[in-house]
């Protein structure tokens, strides 16, 4: 690995740039650290296009890497573009690859892959930008879905556009919000419960962490400011009901064909168990991000862990 010269990739056009730049930044100190041969790749901030992707593979080009540690969260990233450009230029990289990546950030398409491998999710619909300019009757999810919905862009993380509506104008609020996102997008009952998450690393579930936001849910400020959120791990869940979690979040990952790691976020309901959520193919990785903090549960400190992942992509 040593010979190798490594390209960290991070920035990109994404919403969450500024949180990829971190992690990325991360990486490089964590490879600094164990002499490996590195370089910080930079992506610019779009907008994403046919001539941002030629910019993106010149760059690449002029770097002269041999491997590539994707620390790109959301578009280009973690939706498997920046994969498949890679894959073209014939240079490994980190994480899963780009079809899989592809399915992992459409919500709509995950969830059906979840369904047909019958991991448990929640009651949802899905609702087109173009639709939305049509007569739409509110009324119709809150007795289809529930009391209380969730709407969310079908792809994006760092829980960007998501919003949670109790009654027809916050609904309607919720999905123009989420609509600035993506032109597709889901309408999903909220399940309450204790909020969780099951890392995955060489196909191992690591120690569960529970997350209990002092905001309304686990929003991008009770994400990444100080001081906005508890984290416990490992969780203090019953023995067998952590283990069905474990073993629910190591499914979700294996039927998106997600490879190396990745971090699977599940709602634990006390009468209908755990619901999953999503799954994380690029987490956050810096050393506070909650992949890494379920790792040092198990004794890989931030350094061991990046190592692994890079050995993963060769």
Do not use: W
Request: glycine share 6%; proline share 4%.
């Amino acid at each position: 690995m040593k010979t190798r010269r490594v390209g960290v990739l991070m920035g990109g056009p994404s919403s969450e740039r500024e949180i990829s730049i971190k992690s990325g930044k991360a990486v490089c100190k964590a490879l600094e650290a164990r002499h490996i041969n590195y370089v910080p790749v930079e992506l610019m901030a779009g907008p994403n296009t046919n001539g941002y992707k030629k910019s993106v593979t010149d760059l690449i080009c002029r770097m002269k890497i041999d491997v590539a540690f994707v620390a790109l969260h959301g578009e280009f990233g973690e939706d498997g573009t920046v994969q498949e450009l890679l894959e073209k230029m014939n240079i490994p990289h980190t994480g899963s690859l780009s079809a899989s990546s592809r399915v992992a950030m459409n919500k709509i398409s995950a969830k059906e892959i979840f369904r047909l491998n019958f991991i448990p999710i929640a009651r949802h619909e899905i609702l087109t930008k173009s639709s939305f300019d049509k007569v739409i009757d509110m009324k119709a999810y809150f007795k289809n879905l529930g009391p209380s919905l969730v709407v969310k862009p079908s792809n994006g993380g760092s829980s960007i556009g998501l919003n949670i509506a109790c009654n027809e104008q916050d609904l309607k609020d919720a999905i123009c919000d989420a609509f600035k996102y993506d032109d597709k997008l889901i309408i999903e009952e909220y399940i309450s419960g204790r909020e969780i998450t099951v890392g995955v690393i060489e196909d191992r579930a690591l120690p569960i962490i529970e997350i209990v936001p002092k905001r309304k849910f686990f929003d991008f400020t009770a994400k990444y400011e100080q001081g906005f959120t508890e984290y416990i791990v490992p969780a203090k869940i019953k023995k067998s009901i952590y283990k069905k979690c474990q073993d629910i979040g190591l499914n979700a990952h294996k039927a998106l064909s997600a490879r190396s790691f990745s971090r699977v976020d599940i709602i634990l309901n006390e009468k209908i168990g755990p619901v999953v959520l999503e799954v994380n193919t690029i987490p956050g990785l810096t050393e506070t991000s909650l992949l890494p903090k379920a790792a040092k549960a198990i004794d890989i400190c931030f350094e061991d862990l990046c190592i692994k992942i890079l050995e993963s992509a060769l």
